[in-house]
């Protein structure tokens, strides 16, 4: 696909809907306590194209690569240690062959490296921006469409990360950042602060990922909104989890809840729309026939 069509579609106004979730959809279907998305990347890439095809065939325009952990630091004394080309090049082989012919952009998905940057914690700025143009490159060495940096957390990991990214590609760039602690962040950074600091950064889109109630992430959404021009990507949590004596997990909203609440969030001024943890391809058919019912119904 064309990368500057996805630009396009941002410029125009295009109402576009981005997958679900990656990592609760497969523990859902067998991914064992400690194995990450990345682990079936290699070992079970059919479960990975699989889940990529339900999202598609429920009407997702956009599908990210589970590629999530997949920085050098994130899989550092891991069974993938030294692997992150062979790791991201090969979702993104994935994620293409689950796209097809189709007219569906495929994002290489970008997350937090796994540790704090000092003085908070161990990590140099330096390697942080080294390990996301490190994937970045092969992402994008891959054929990605654009790249999300996402569940973002901490300010400066966020600029090191952008930093790195553009170092090594000028492919459409998202950032999103996860409020868990409802209205800001891990490090206390608000949906504002986000905004104004980014703003004069090379970024194509800013967004809100993950977190914890829709309510909160509403709120979020709306203070993004009147803070920043930029187009705004929003996929959420499918509501608070909460664990079994069986110690599974599930999600509060259901997937008619998740569709019926999709107006609010285009209304307040998102633009990409999907969902996080508990986001199953049933919430977001659901997503979509209320984003784009004319699509949907056809």
Same mark, same amino acid.
């Given at each position: 696909?064309n990368?500057?069509?996805?630009?396009?579609a941002l410029?125009?106004?295009?109402?576009?809907?981005?997958?679900?979730?990656t990592?609760?959809n497969?523990?859902?279907?067998?991914?064992?306590?400690?194995?990450?998305?990345?682990?079936?990347?290699? &070992?079970?890439? &059919?479960?990975?194209?699989?889940?990529?095809?339900?999202?598609?065939?429920?009407?997702?325009d956009?599908?990210?690569?589970?590629?999530?952990?997949?920085?050098?630091?994130?899989?550092?004394?891991?069974?993938?240690?030294?692997?992150?080309?062979e790791?991201?090049?090969?979702?993104v082989?994935l994620?293409?062959?689950?796209?097809?012919?189709?007219?569906?952009?495929?994002?290489?998905s970008?997350?937090?490296?796994g540790?704090?940057?000092k003085?908070?914690?161990?990590? &140099?700025?330096?390697a942080?921006?080294?390990?996301?143009?490190?994937?970045?490159h092969?992402?994008a060495?891959?054929?990605?469409?654009?790249?999300?940096?996402?569940?973002q957390?901490?300010l400066? &990991?966020?600029?090191?990360?952008?930093?790195?990214?553009r170092?090594?590609?000028?492919?459409?760039?998202?950032c999103?950042?996860s409020?868990?602690?409802?209205?800001?962040?891990?490090?206390?950074?608000?949906?504002?602060?986000?905004?104004?600091?980014?703003?004069?950064?090379?970024?194509?889109a800013?967004?809100?990922?993950?977190?914890?109630?829709?309510?909160?992430?509403?709120?979020?959404?709306?203070?993004l909104?009147?803070?920043?021009?930029?187009?705004?990507?929003?996929k959420?949590?499918?509501?608070?989890?909460?664990?079994?004596?069986?110690?599974?997990?599930?999600?509060?909203?259901?997937p008619?809840?998740?569709g019926?609440q999709?107006?609010?969030?285009?209304?307040a001024?998102?633009?990409?729309?999907?969902?996080?943890?508990?986001?199953?391809?049933?919430?977001?058919?659901?997503?979509?026939?209320a984003?784009?019912?004319?699509?949907?119904?056809g």
């Open positions: 696909m990368n500057s069509t996805f630009l396009d410029k125009s106004g295009r109402r576009i809907v981005s997958d679900g979730a990592g609760t497969l523990i859902a279907r067998g991914l064992p306590h400690g194995t990450t998305a990345e682990n079936w990347v290699l &070992e079970q890439p &059919e479960q990975i194209v699989r889940l990529h095809q339900e999202f598609i065939t429920a009407g997702a956009l599908i990210l690569t589970s590629t999530f952990g997949a920085t050098s630091l994130r899989l550092a004394g891991s069974s993938l240690d030294g692997r992150v080309v790791v991201n090049q090969r979702a082989q994620a293409r062959q689950a796209a097809g012919n189709s007219k569906v952009w495929v994002a290489g970008l997350g937090p490296v540790g704090l940057l003085p908070y914690g161990p990590l &140099e700025v330096q942080v921006t080294q390990s996301y143009a490190e994937q970045a092969a992402l060495e891959a054929g990605v469409d654009l790249l999300a940096i996402e569940t957390f901490d400066g &990991e966020a600029k090191a990360a952008i930093q790195g990214v170092s090594v590609t000028g492919l459409p760039l998202v999103s950042f409020y868990d602690r409802g209205r800001r962040t891990m490090m206390g950074l608000s949906p504002t602060q986000a905004a104004r600091q980014l703003a004069e950064l090379a970024i194509d800013i967004g809100i990922n993950c977190g914890r109630s829709l309510e909160e992430n509403l709120q979020n959404l709306v203070e909104r009147q803070a920043t021009s930029l187009p705004i990507w929003f959420p949590n499918a509501g608070l989890p909460h664990i079994d004596e069986q110690n599974r997990t599930s999600y509060s909203i259901s008619a809840e998740m019926a999709a107006i609010a969030w285009l209304e001024g998102a633009q990409v729309i999907g969902g996080c943890c508990g986001t199953s391809p049933e919430h977001l058919a659901q997503i979509a026939l984003i784009k019912p004319a699509r949907a119904a």
